[in-house]
């Protein structure tokens, strides 16, 4: 049976970069095939020409064994291709059934918009394809997981054969992730044909049935995952074997850097979104924070970080007082943050690489010389951090909205380890990441602890959170539930206190495990 996709010799130039170098590609009927390689490989660039985003410099696309021509979304659309996107494409203050429709409209005699006649088929799409949605929600108030099957609606809607996903899980909590994947076996089942664009292990492992391998805009291999490892497919991925297993001495706590005392914090409409919490984070250590994602995490970290404002209770950094501090004083004190939400809060999406490296200390020596920018100064920075992150660009000078999310992630890494810090607050420091990537960026939190850095990590990937952390506190409904030694608890017990289930933790030390293995 011919292949219902075929892309050959596909190959895309950009100034200085081989994004695509003579690209060879077949999907199947009723297929998922997960095209996997690290940040920078090419698998966005690929996915945009077929898509119509880019036009390829060389090569052909072959739909159903007939050679297509496809120069805009538009094109795509029609030849029965649809796309998600990382970043999702929706308009917040509008319904599920307006944004499904915009470019697609319904209309009645004389012109009028046939909203009932719309949300009708995309009720009808979520009940075959099980992705209960209400077709009269507004999407500011649906939470990420919905928002993407709205995304998957709309290729529905357009009746596309051929999905494109890309990095459909990257923003999402473990629970969306299964979900997702189940929604997705649901579409192979009546005869869609999916390409997964993924640089996780697991979940290539778990969901794919094929696995294409892209390495610099080459293919470097293929696999099927009852024959694949975890390991192969990183080597294949970086072009060098990666360790997979932190290595981790046990840790020698000092004084404490962070105290939190009887926080509670507030949302807009006065909703509890962290309640009464007490901790602290001593210089030298790792305190994960494990919970389900929406449970006062992201408030939590705002609040720590002058981004929100506590209700009542106190925050201490090194023994000052910064309940009422705003982000620059904090910063001041050896702070480093790495945000939750990459775009809103780490980065200016228009502005260079170079000027985005040194948001935080943009105004002192040497980048500054009294009111004047040093671009000199800057422009070392900026060459020397790409070098040492592995920044995959043409230049420093290049907007940084111009990368993709996982170079965007490395930015803010490097930004924010690049300068001397006393405390670290990461939330979901690897989203977004290759296994490369988040080799290198566990290493360093190792390494930074190591050195003396109190580390508050906030992560909904549970296996990061046990394998990084020397101690875990567990949050839910906006409540610290535990705090337990990391190596005292078991990842069962972790997940039943995650779901508000407490359980009796077993008093008995287990041997303490010094290379772990990190699950990616």
Known sequence: MAPILELRGITKRFPGVLANDHIDLKLNQGEILALLGENGAGKTTLMNILYGLYAPDEGEIIIKGKPVQVKSPTDAIRAGIGMVHQHFMLIPVFSVTENVMLGEEYTRAGGVLDTMRAANKVKEISNQFKLNIDPYALIEDLPVGLQQRVEIIKLLFRNAEILIMDEPSAVLTPQEVEELFKIMHNLIAQG????????????????????????????????????????????????????????????????????????????????????????????????????????????????????????????????????HSDPREITELGVAHIPEDRQKDGLVLQSPIQDNLV????????????????????????????????????????????????????????????????????????????????????????????????????????????????????MYNGKILTIVDADLVTKEELGLLMAGITTKISAKKRKARKVREIVT
């Open 192 to 323: 869609k044909s999916i390409i997964f664009i993924t640089h996780k292990l697991r979940e290539v492992m778990e969901c794919a049935d094929r696995i294409l391998v892209i390495r610099s805009g080459k293919v470097v291999g293929e696999a099927v995952p009852s024959s694949a490892n975890p390991k192969k497919l990183a080597a294949m991925m970086v072009g060098r074997p990666v360790e997979l297993n932190v290595q981790k001495e046990t840790a020698k706590p000092g004084k404490p850097v962070l105290n939190v005392e009887n926080l509670t914090i507030l949302a807009k409409n006065k909703k509890v979104e962290v309640d009464d919490i007490s901790f602290e984070v001593r210089a030298g250590e790792i305190l994960g924070v494990a919970g389900v994602q929406g449970n006062g995490q992201t408030e939590l970290v705002r609040c720590l970080t002058g981004l929100m404002k506590a209700e009542s209770g106190k925050i201490s950094i090194l023994g000052k007082e910064t309940t």
């Open 359 to 474: 948001l935080n200390t943009y105004y002192q020596k040497p980048f500054a010389k009294g009111i004047v920018l040093q671009k000199d100064a800057i422009i070392k920075n900026a060459k020397n951090l790409v070098r040492a992150f592995d920044i995959r660009t043409t230049g420093p000078g290049v907007p940084v909205s111009g990368l993709s999310g996982g170079n965007q992630q490395k930015v803010i890494v490097a930004r924010e380890f690049s300068r001397p810090i006393k405390l670290l607050i990461a939330s979901q420091p690897t989203r977004g990441l290759d296994v490369g990537s988040i080799e290198y960026i566990h290493r360093r939190l190792i390494e930074k602890r190591d050195a003396g850095c109190a580390i508050l990590l906030v992560s909904t990937e549970l296996d990061e959170v046990m394998q990084l952390a020397d101690r875990i506190a567990v």
